[in-house]
């Protein structure tokens, strides 16, 4: 199967702090001391909206009679 690729876009900034967005979902912001931490941050915080989109809009439909179905991206 193949898996969901996300583009990070990185910037070093004058601390020497890298800062990264998500090209694809660029409402996903954070920083790392290295590329790898500001990766593992960057992934966190893509589930933190994830999680926050699933339940705002579950709310939405509330004591409605709903088919939710897992869909796999090729």
Do not use: C, H
């Not at 199967?1 to 660029?26: C, H, N, R």
């Not at 996903?28 to 926050?52: C, F, R």
């Not at 699933?54 to 869909?71: C, D, F, M, N, V």
């Amino acid at each position: 199967m193949k898996k969901l690729s996300i583009t990070a876009i990185i910037e070093k900034d004058p601390e020497g702090w890298y800062v990264g967005q998500l090209e694809e979902f660029p409402e996903v912001i954070s920083q790392g001391k290295t590329i790898e931490e500001l990766n593992t941050n960057l992934i966190s915080a893509l589930n933190d909206l994830i999680e926050i989109q699933r339940e705002s809009t579950l709310a939405q439909y509330k004591g409605k009679k709903i088919i939710r179905r897992k869909l796999t991206y090729v």
